[in-house]
């Protein structure tokens, strides 16, 4: 292939989103070069915008590319995904299988790092996963977000069965609750939106509208609500000794009585990223419907009237094409 001199990106600074010209990036020794096949705006690529992390630059990290350039021959021409930690390789936590908390690496399209909402991307070799034939260049702009979902289940042993209330209807609450649900678990999803929830119980998922919400009831919790509220909610949910994970991603501080927690002995758990082999694994067994969670699909040159769509409320995940 013969790689032009420059590319189209999507660029966001103080609130404004533009599609610019900008130069090929040059390839570090180590890193593979991407053409973006796909990718998908998240919570946080609006986040972005609206100034958190005082973020400038080319967003985007939830995508699906196919390799033109890398040291490893192998790699040419693969469908890939690329997990956004940029670690060092060389810390004291990088070398305890911690590099997604590296505090050297860069994050792309978040951390010093260009993101995919453009017609190229770097990416450490060793970041790439190769995208089985099983999954759709659509389905697979999920693997991201639902290696996030699915981080649950490294950090915390939940047996089977075993009822987990998943608070919040948005996108990660139905990534959540599909993942969780695929792994046998008894989940009872709960959110405002009977649309929404609509998906999940086409999967076979219990999902609730009712705002009346049992006490002292799930020995776990998740609370992917995206609001301050949702903590609490998810704590006045949890059974004592239970186990309340929290997915929100709060900006300012979130006020929480820490009564309860102590007297019910309840154990809070903060999650992030996940690894992508889970999700790739769980994608490739079609048990994840990553496709009803689609809500449109624009050209990278449209990415200002895209990010507008992603905004409103209640828009679940808008693709970009390059
Ligand atoms: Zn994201
Ligand atoms: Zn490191």
Same mark, same amino acid.
């Given at each position: 292939?013969?790689?032009?001199?420059?590319?189209?990106?999507?660029?966001?600074?103080?609130?404004?989103?533009?599609?610019?010209?900008?130069?090929?990036?040059?390839?570090?020794?180590?890193?593979?070069?991407?053409?973006?096949?796909?990718?998908?705006?998240?919570?946080?690529?609006?986040?972005?915008?609206?100034?958190?992390?005082?973020?400038?630059?080319?967003?985007?990290?939830? /995508?699906?590319?196919? *390799?033109?350039?890398? &040291?490893?021959?192998?790699?040419?021409?693969?469908?890939?995904?690329?997990?956004?930690?940029?670690?060092?390789?060389?810390?004291?936590?990088?070398?305890?299988?911690?590099?997604?908390?590296?505090?050297?690496?860069?994050?792309?399209?978040? *951390?010093?790092?260009?993101? $995919?909402?453009?017609? %190229?991307?770097?990416?450490?070799?060793?970041?790439?996963?190769?995208?089985?034939?099983?999954?759709?260049?659509?389905?697979?702009? /999920?693997?991201?977000?639902?290696?996030?979902?699915?981080?649950?289940? &490294?950090?915390?042993?939940?047996?089977?069965?075993?009822? *987990? #209330?998943?608070?919040?209807?948005?996108?990660?609450?139905?990534?959540?609750?599909?993942?969780?649900? $695929?792994?046998?678990?008894?989940?009872?999803?709960?959110?405002?939106? $009977? &649309?929404?929830?609509?998906?999940?119980?086409?999967?076979?998922?219990?999902?609730?509208?009712?705002?009346?919400?049992?006490?002292?009831? /799930?020995?776990?919790?998740? &609370? #992917?609500?995206?609001?301050?509220?949702?903590?609490?909610?998810? *704590?006045?949910?949890?059974?004592?000794?239970?186990?309340?994970?929290?997915?929100?991603?709060?900006?300012?501080?979130?006020?929480?009585?820490?009564?309860?927690?102590?007297?019910?002995?309840?154990?809070?758990?903060?999650?992030?990223?996940?690894? /992508?082999?889970? @999700?790739?694994?769980?994608?490739?067994?079609?048990?994840?419907?990553?496709?009803?969670?689609? #809500?449109?699909? %624009? @050209?990278?040159?449209?990415?200002?009237?895209? %990010?507008?769509?992603?905004?409103?409320?209640?828009?679940?995940?808008?693709?970009?094409?390059?």
């Amino acid at each position: 292939m013969n790689l032009p001199l420059a590319m189209q990106a999507v660029h966001l600074n103080q609130g404004r989103v533009s599609v610019r010209t900008m130069p090929l990036p040059a390839r570090p020794a180590g890193y593979a070069l991407l053409r973006v096949l796909c990718a998908g705006i998240c919570s946080t690529d609006l986040e972005l915008q609206r100034g958190y992390y005082g973020f400038a630059g080319v967003p985007g990290h939830e /995508f699906v590319g196919e *390799v033109v350039e890398s &040291d490893t021959p192998a790699w040419h021409g693969k469908r890939v995904a690329g997990e956004i930690n940029f670690a060092c390789h060389s810390c004291s936590w990088c070398r305890s299988e911690l590099e997604r908390h590296c505090p050297n690496r860069t994050v792309l399209g978040i *951390v010093n790092q260009p993101g $995919a909402f453009a017609e %190229f991307v770097l990416v450490p070799e060793s970041n790439l996963h190769e995208v089985p034939g099983e999954i759709s260049t659509e389905q697979a702009v /999920f693997i991201e977000p639902l290696a996030a979902a699915c981080e649950i289940l &490294d950090q915390v042993t939940i047996e089977p069965k075993t009822p *987990v #209330a998943v608070l919040g209807d948005g996108k990660l609450g139905l990534l959540i609750a599909q993942a969780l649900h $695929a792994h046998g678990l008894h989940v009872v999803q709960y959110g405002r939106h $009977a &649309d929404k929830l609509e998906i999940s119980k086409g999967q076979g998922i219990e999902t609730n509208t009712s705002s009346d919400r049992p006490r002292k009831e /799930f020995p776990y919790v998740v &609370d #992917a609500t995206g609001s301050a509220e949702g903590l609490k909610e998810a *704590v006045a949910m949890c059974r004592p000794r239970g186990t309340v994970i929290l997915k929100s991603t709060v900006h300012g501080e979130v006020p929480i009585d820490t009564a309860p927690v102590i007297v019910d002995e309840l154990t809070l758990v903060g999650s992030r990223c996940g690894r /992508f082999a889970p @999700a790739i694994a769980l994608l490739a067994s079609g048990r994840i419907r990553a496709d009803s969670l689609i #809500a449109g699909e %624009f @050209a990278l040159s449209e990415a200002p009237a895209a %990010f507008q769509k992603a905004a409103e409320k209640g828009t679940l995940k808008i693709l970009l094409k390059p």
